[in-house]
T-cell receptor, first 109, second 114 residues
């Protein structure tokens, strides 16, 4: 069946360091979305990528969608303590969304 | 707008008991879904609906029932709770198509089955 894998599962960084999480799907996706979940909270939508090879930026966050529409990445430049949380990718296939396992980011002040 | 609301926030059940998790949205979204979140496993889709009167199974539907009689409400029923159903349950809603599939999540229900 459909699988969306995400690595790493955990990442600890010093404040100011960069952070990247990678998302890989076993099948081609219609689009990919990224969500952030703060500890004890619910997932909050960050961005959606639709086109092959698409790159989008939100301030210090850069999102990429692979050429084959099977992989994606989220890169955070110069992390801040406010970046703490778990980042999930979610791929749409038909009317179903498949979430990655998430990357939990800890930022050490 | 209240967005997506879920009740209850916390629930403890005994094995074999039944209950309904409530979910409502006031954004007139066609698409609604239920996920369960377990440590290290991300969010897994239980059931989803693309409109009133239409429901379908997701990745992990066993042990759960849903119905969609109105656009606003999408309750999730556990007919006979099992310890394996201990989890955090999130309801989400979105438009379908129109260039964005942004899913809006409710605050979640933390369920423990003893």
């Amino acid at each position: 069946g459909q699988q969306v894998m995400q690595i790493p599962q955990y990442q600890h960084v010093q404040e100011g360091e960069d952070f990247t999480t990678y998302c890989n799907s076993s099948t081609t996706l219609s689009n990919i979305q990224w969500y952030k979940q703060r500890p004890g909270g619910h997932p909050v939508f960050l961005i959606q990528l639709v086109k092959s090879g698409e790159v989008k930026k939100q301030k210090r966050l850069t999102f990429q969608f692979g050429e084959a529409k099977k992989n994606s990445s989220l890169h955070i430049t110069a992390t801040q303590t406010t970046d703490v949380g778990t980042y999930f990718c979610a791929g749409r296939s038909g009317n179903q969304f498949y979430f990655g396992t998430g990357t939990s980011l800890t930022v050490i002040p | 707008n209240a967005g997506v609301t879920q009740t209850p926030k916390f629930q403890v059940l005994k094995t074999g008991q039944s209950m309904t998790l409530q979910c409502a949205q006031d954004m007139n979204h066609e698409y609604m879904s239920w996920y369960r979140q377990d440590p290290g496993m991300g969010l897994r889709l239980i059931h989803y609906s693309v409109g009133a009167g239409i429901t379908d199974q997701g990745e992990v539907p066993n042990g759960y029932n849903v119905s969609r009689s109105t656009t606003e409400d999408f309750p999730l029923r556990l007919l006979s709770a099992a310890p394996s159903q201990t989890s955090v349950y999130f309801c989400a809603s979105s438009y379908l198509g129109g260039g964005t599939d942004t899913q809006y999540f409710g605050p979640g229900t933390r369920l423990t089955v003893l």
